[in-house]
């Protein structure tokens, strides 16, 4: 189910980064509020603190952001790396309950806080019926299967 997880949020995910006006990175919908950068940044630093949790060294780190491209590469590696843990032999260290309240769940909220980001910023994503998504456990990139379901 973790797996399948990521792979939710990796499908979530490619939706909300792919696109991307060449500005949106930097983009504040108010002056308390995170830019797009430093959201992804964060996920970045959620998938690493999760990795290190299923690897029984748990770190934590508040990272910089780095310009968006790279940010976005960062993410899928870092998502990459997360699942091929999960999918190996070795037993995970962390209960698989708490990786996915912790660090997977934030993740997916803050999928959700770009996709609202995007829309302010004047490049919205369209909404989609996820329950019809072709989903696959193990598809963690940002090449992901074409909607079923979208609307306005």
């Not at 696109?19 to 996920?43: K, N, V």
């Not at 790396?81 to 993740?107: K, N």
């Not at 803050?110 to 989903?135: D, K």
Request: no cysteine.
């Amino acid at each position: 189910m973790l797996r399948h997880s990521l792979a939710t949020l990796a499908y979530r995910a490619a939706k909300v980064l792919r696109d991307a006006p060449l500005d949106f990175s930097g983009f504040r919908a108010s002056r308390e509020t995170r830019t797009p950068g430093q959201i992804l940044a964060h996920m970045g630093d959620l998938l690493e603190w999760g990795l290190s949790l299923a690897n029984g060294q748990e770190a934590w780190q508040n990272s910089r952001p780095l310009r968006w491209d790279s940010e976005v590469e960062r993410f899928w590696r870092t998502l990459a790396a997360f699942d091929q843990r999960l999918a190996s032999a070795v037993p995970v260290a962390a209960p698989a309950e708490r990786l996915f309240a912790g660090p997977i769940a934030d993740a997916l909220a803050h999928t959700g806080q770009i996709a609202m980001l995007r829309r302010l910023a004047g490049s919205p994503v369209r909404g989609e019926n996820y329950f019809r998504a072709e989903i696959s456990t193990g598809r963690v990139g940002m090449e992901q299967a074409a909607p079923v379901v979208e609307f306005d």
